[in-house]
């Protein structure tokens, strides 16, 4: 299966879990690819396992949450591509802590990761997109954004922010031709998460050690084994940003395994 032969994809977080789950799918089926991330040894572990494709793909070191970093970005992998057809925005940050004692400095640092960053990256992308073919964005929001998640109050409200953002940018630009979708994982081990609330890519804190975890409803996926590998995302936003997706817009698809009915 050859989707993405003559698509240009960017992918953002491309230097571990989902993110290069997702790069490795989409050089997979034929694309071409930029992946961009902050972590250099990241993107290197990508090029290694990419493997045969590495012909296709290119890598830019790429700070979400800054906008001079995304200008660059963005225009590199437009230059390294020849335009653009797919923007996936992968990239966040996972901090979880009590409410009360969560600073502002870090509430607004996720905010500034995951929903500012994901703004910063759709908005230097669109002109390109506008000049690509079929063109798609993939966002991610997260289960946290409809379901309580405690402890992980700005994470949750900066996907919540996500979700309802690919919804106005879905109508926004529906007549100029780009889709606009979003993720909504749950239940992943990836390169963020190991399933207790632990960012690895940042290493920023897990859960609180008091951590009341009656809190939480449910945790384990009502199908499988367990957690699902990034692999199971990275096959459904590779058909999201398909001619597969040609008639998906404007809403997003719960990737848990069942773990929120």
Known sequence: MNRYEGRRALVTGGGSGIGQATVLRMLAEGGRVVAAD????????????????????????????DEASVRAGVAAAVEALGGLDVLVNAAGILRSSHTAETTLEQFQQVIQVNLVGTFLMIR???????????????????????????????????????????HALAAEYAKQGIRFTAVQPGSISSGMTDGSGQSKQSQGPGLPEDADMSLFMKLAPAIGQGFAGPESVAGVVAMLASADGAFITGTEVRIDGGTHF
């Open 38 to 65: 902050v972590s250099a040894a990241g993107l290197a572990d990508t090029v290694a396992k990419a493997g045969d494709a590495a012909d296709r793909l290119t890598t830019v070191e790429v700070n979400i949450g």
């Open 124 to 166: 230097e992308a669109i002109p390109a997109l506008l000049e690509g073919t079929d063109a798609a964005v993939v966002n991610f929001s997260s289960t946290s954004a409809m379901f309580a998640h405690p402890y992980m109050a700005a994470y949750a409200a900066s996907k919540g922010g996500v979700q309802s953002m690919t």
